[in-house]
């Protein structure tokens, strides 16, 4: 990775041998920051978390993942504001860390490739987002966009107005509204109900 501050790029290598490296396994999907300074790294293998001066590694081998599940195949990585670390797999679903524990929240919901099928599943996610009051968002490949509120989880899909079932970014900005960006190129707000198309 590379660090800008303000004049120059500086190289920060991850904490992995050089030929894994260039073997482009570590490829980096995602960028979040979380609490007290720490930037969250997501790779293929492994997310990375970086504090200024030490790396944490979060991967098969730290977190303990049965050598049976599938790998770490991670495209998302987002810290939501009670200090949770929601790590999005392509494959595994929604992973939930909370600075002690893994658990697999797709699993736990019943939402896994082995039980609902690629359309009804929460097992690739592409995507992640908190919104002003707190939800957790969830895109996927091709499942359209998930919603948590803590108990709940609501499905959208192309049923609910969406062009695709690909969501590939989820952005918040500053005035706390919701984007989506799909597959197929078009762009989507949430406006509290449904989804209005931008572009």
Do not use: C
């Not at 800008?4 to 979040?32: C, M, Q």
């Not at 009804?120 to 490949?141: K, Q």
């Not at 091709?142 to 989880?153: A, N, P, Q």
Request: cysteine-free.
């Amino acid at each position: 990775m590379y660090r800008f501050d303000g004049r120059r790029l500086e190289f920060l290598p991850f904490p992995v041998s050089a030929d894994v490296v260039t073997s482009g396994d570590y490829r980096v999907t995602d960028i979040s920051r979380g609490r007290n300074g720490m930037i969250w790294f997501g790779t293929y293998p492994a997310v990375f978390g970086y504090d200024g001066r030490n790396f944490t590694i979060l991967d098969d081998r730290t977190l303990g993942l049965a050598a049976e599940e599938e790998p770490f195949h991670v495209r998302s990585v987002f810290e939501d504001s009670r200090g949770v670390l929601w790590i999005g797999n392509n494959g595994l679903g929604v992973l939930r860390y909370d600075g002690r524990s893994l658990s697999n929240f797709t699993k736990q919901h019943g939402l896994s490739l082995k039980d609902k099928g690629a359309s009804g599943s929460l097992s690739r996610v592409f995507s992640i987002a908190e919104d002003a009051a707190g939800n957790m968002w969830f895109g996927t490949r091709d499942s359209g966009v998930w919603r948590y509120d803590g108990e709940r989880l609501t499905h959208f899909t192309q049923r609910d107005g969406l062009t695709s079932s690909m969501v590939w970014t989820i952005y918040r900005d500053r005035r706390d509204r919701l984007w989506f960006g799909l597959g197929d190129g078009s762009v989507y707000r949430f406006n509290g109900t449904s989804f209005d198309k931008v572009y």
